[in-house]
């Protein structure tokens, strides 16, 4: 039998192999609704609302079309209330949106110091990808920051 030294020898077709994983329903214009209102309510801190639907199951590492969580969102928009909740329901820490920002790299930038020690508790890592904490302290100037996390370190 000859050898076939084709670019394509020995690789799988171009098919999709098949799974017995059955396709996720599409959701309805409503219940895509609903979990966006996910999103406005951490940006408003409106905590009793939120926690208890995360308690009912929505899920506590929600994010929208661009990567933020609810957690993001909560930190960005300095509702430290909200932060202290979601990181209770484990909330992912280490999550990052598509521009690389993390909850921790947030709090860090609005210099909100309660909300960047929730998050050291929690284990955010100062020096993760992407945006990571230390950088946002230099490039904007923030040493108040920096010497926290350096403390916390």
């Not at 709090?107 to 050291?120: G, H, K």
């Not at 230099?138 to 370190?153: G, I, Q, T």
Request: proline content about 7%; overall charge negative; hydrophobic content about 40%.
């Amino acid at each position: 039998m000859p050898h076939d030294a084709s670019p394509d020898a020995g690789q799988p077709d171009d098919q999709a192999p098949e799974t017995d994983q059955p396709t996720p329903p599409e959701l309805t214009d409503e219940q895509l609704e609903f979990l966006n209102s996910m999103f406005d309510l951490a940006r408003q801190g409106r905590e009793e609302e939120l926690l208890a639907l995360v308690d009912q199951g929505i899920p506590v590492n929600l994010a929208n079309s661009k990567s933020d969580t609810l957690l993001i969102l909560a930190t960005y928009n300095n509702h430290v209330s909200l932060v202290r909740g979601l990181l209770a329901r484990d909330a992912d820490v280490h999550r990052v949106n598509d521009r690389g920002q993390s909850a921790l790299t947030c709090a860090v930038f609005l210099q909100n110091e309660e909300s960047v020690t929730l998050l050291l508790n929690a284990g955010a890592d100062p020096r993760h990808a992407g945006q990571n904490a230390y950088a946002v302290t230099e490039m904007f100037d923030l040493p108040a920051m920096r010497e926290l996390l350096d403390s916390r370190s």
